[in-house]
């Protein structure tokens, strides 16, 4: 009987000693399970853009992915090695685009970055609020762009082993378990490529209508636009991530 194939749904025993061994750090057991997952591999390096890489660069990356979720995975958790390495393997190739690309934060945007959640503490006790986007970066007297893009370089990936919240004790992994195919991975990974080639304006507006439910009226207060600004610019965002998809 044949094993199932990565993703599938169970494990059989098997293939669950066979997780263990290459946690263990078992050579075969490495090997064996590397080329089993090398279609996984190629899939998620394919939701890049290449840009200055050639794919088998981004598969080099992808690579040494799979290899860290092969040795972090636990097969005893229940849940399928797939939904647990997508993340793993798609991290190594964002490292890679960072590190070549020159996409890390450079020193001026952390410490404006400093600055701006130093602005918001003052603003929210000074006007018993949040401070809107637009506020914080008046404050600064910067750019609301240049105040997005610095406040962004300052977040932290989630952590597989973070709760997702203080009244969560699930961790992210777990989540992912439970809802998230490989397949639907592969799909928010291509959405996040499309964001990410936003410029940061558009991207704002994308968040802030399409993730947390606001009106354009409420992300036109928060950036400090008019909302037929926001109307213009979300639609520009929508025509541009449609040319993307190729929908």
């Not at 899939?43 to 992915?65: C, D, H, M, N």
């Not at 947390?212 to 541009?240: D, I, N, T, Y």
């Amino acid at each position: 009987m044949n094993p199932p194939a990565p993703g599938s749904g169970a494990v059989e025993p098997e293939e669950q000693a066979l997780y263990r061994r290459a946690r263990e750090g078992d050579p075969e057991a490495r090997q064996e399970l590397a080329v089993r997952h090398l279609p996984l591999v190629r899939e998620v390096a394919s939701r890049f853009r290449r840009g200055a890489f050639e794919q088998e660069e981004l598969v080099q990356a992808a690579t040494v992915g799979l290899l860290k979720a092969l040795h972090g995975f636990d097969p005893d958790r229940g849940f399928r090695f797939s939904t647990y390495a997508v993340p793993v393997i798609a991290g190594e190739v964002r490292a890679l685009i960072r590190q070549n690309q020159g996409l890390r934060a450079g020193r001026r945007l952390e410490e404006l970055g400093r600055r701006l959640r130093a602005e918001r503490s003052r603003l929210t006790q000074l006007l018993e609020r949040s401070p809107t986007l637009a506020e914080l970066a008046e404050a600064a007297g910067v750019e609301t762009d240049e105040a997005f893009q610095a406040l962004e370089a300052l977040r932290e990936p989630l952590s597989l082993e973070q709760p997702l919240a203080p009244e969560d004790e699930r961790r992210l992994e777990e989540r992912l378990a439970a809802s998230t195919s490989e397949e639907e991975w592969a799909e928010r990974l291509a959405v996040a490529e499309a964001l990410e080639r936003l410029d940061p304006r558009e991207r704002i507006i994308v968040r802030f209508r399409f993730w947390e439910g606001q009106s354009q009226k409420e992300v036109a207060a928060h950036l400090g636009l008019s909302q037929p600004q926001v109307s213009r610019l979300e639609r520009r965002a929508l025509e541009r991530l449609r040319a993307e998809w190729h929908v």
